[in-house]
């Protein structure tokens, strides 16, 4: 019992000498940048907190007195706080499971570690006079798993500029100091289009993502060349290419069965319009796969609970979270010793899954339209 007692004393002892070392780093630090920047400590605290009321002039010479003073590096040794970072806009729920299935594998990936994680906007939450390196560090963070779309790749690269801890996940860069972990789908969506050509189709439709990322681009130039190597038609009134929700899916189902020449098969480059082009042939009575075959994308098992278990290219997006955290988190975790970062890049293969959504096309194309009914 005293054993205890006194372990737990010593315990509380230990953390706060620990907090008024790291505090007396922080005040050290926020006390020479208020003598070089000719200003007060409760304007630096201010302006490193991006409080709202300074003078943008004084903000700025602050910031540059900060950066120079090594202010980030001084604060990151006091954090165990991994960021899953949106350059842009947050992804909403209904844009699928891969953000929630990445920050699964996030969660699982810090825990060796023992780090936390913190979900961070830039576009909401960063100052323009800062730094991204001082950003993260305002927001208490030692390196960063960064998500990102075509229009904010610079941004990332601008990010492996600075030298601030981060890994993109679900994307790839030519640029050297970019580290990131993706996966290649080429070749899966590949496969997939040859197996519905093996089964006999010729009209093939794709649904495809209209946000311009790596992964899309290349499952869409997959259908292409594929087509083109087997001598088939790329009729234009078969690709949809929209954002990738279940009901924009629905709505190119049923603009393509009502065309005079309907599709005998789809191609479909995301979980969630996968879903959502299954819901519509069950509403409009079109009997998959004898009617219309379907291959679809998947992220997690989406696939093994749609009715038919869908045929996929299947790329496991927690295990992509887990990498890049892994990496980040024990490469933090080491003491700097000022020699080059260490780099990361990741590339994992998908799968082509053969489940209940294919079979050969039916002796005549299936036309039907919006109502159900099929013209004779």
């Not at 230990?14 to 790291?22: A, T």
């Not at 749609?306 to 980040?328: I, K, S």
Request: proline share 5%; glycine share 6%; charged share 25%.
């Amino acid at each position: 019992m005293y054993a205890d007692a006194y372990l737990k004393q010593f315990q509380h002892v230990s953390d706060c000498l620990i907090d008024c070392f790291f505090g007396s780093l922080f005040m050290a630090s926020v006390r020479r940048i208020a003598k070089q920047a000719g200003v007060s400590v409760a304007t630096v605290s201010r302006v490193l907190n991006n409080h709202p009321h300074v003078d943008e002039g004084t903000r700025k010479k602050v910031l540059e007195v900060a950066d120079k003073a090594s202010y980030v590096r001084l604060s990151q040794r006091s954090q165990a706080v991994l960021g899953l970072v949106y350059p842009g806009d947050i992804v909403k729920a209904d844009h699928g499971n891969f953000d929630q299935a990445v920050l699964g594998g996030i969660l699982e990936g810090v825990h060796e570690q023992r780090y936390d994680v913190k979900i961070i906007s830039i576009a909401r939450d960063k100052s323009p006079q800062e730094t991204y390196a001082q950003f993260f560090a305002r927001k208490g963070l030692r390196g960063v798993v960064l998500r990102t779309f075509a229009h904010t790749r610079q941004m990332c690269v601008k990010i492996a500029e600075e030298g601030f801890p981060a890994v993109v996940i679900a994307d790839r860069f030519s640029e050297p100091g970019v580290n990131y972990v993706c996966t290649d789908s080429s070749l899966d969506s590949v496969r997939a289009v040859r197996h519905l050509i093996d089964l006999g189709h010729r009209r093939i439709g794709l649904i495809v993502h209209s946000v311009a990322d790596t992964d899309h681009a290349d499952r869409r130039a997959a259908y292409e060349s594929t087509m083109r190597d087997a001598g088939l038609e790329i009729d234009p009134e078969l690709i949809a290419e929209n954002y990738a929700t279940a009901d924009n899916a629905a709505s190119a189902v049923t603009r393509f069965m009502g065309l005079p020449r309907p599709p005998t098969a789809i191609f479909i480059t995301d979980p969630l319009a996968t879903v959502g082009a299954l819901r519509r042939c069950l509403e409009m009575g079109i009997r998959v796969p004898s009617e219309l075959s379907i291959i679809g994308f998947d992220d997690s098992d989406v696939r093994l609970h749609t009715f038919p278990t869908c045929t996929a290219v299947v790329q496991d997006a927690r295990m992509l979270g887990m990498e890049a955290a892994r990496w980040l988190s024990s490469t933090t975790a080491e003491e700097y010793d000022g020699s080059e970062p260490r780099r990361f890049t990741l590339v994992r293969q998908t799968r082509f899954e053969v489940n209940r959504t294919t079979a050969p096309p039916p002796r005549e194309p299936v036309r039907v339209l919006a109502d159900g009914t099929r013209p004779s």
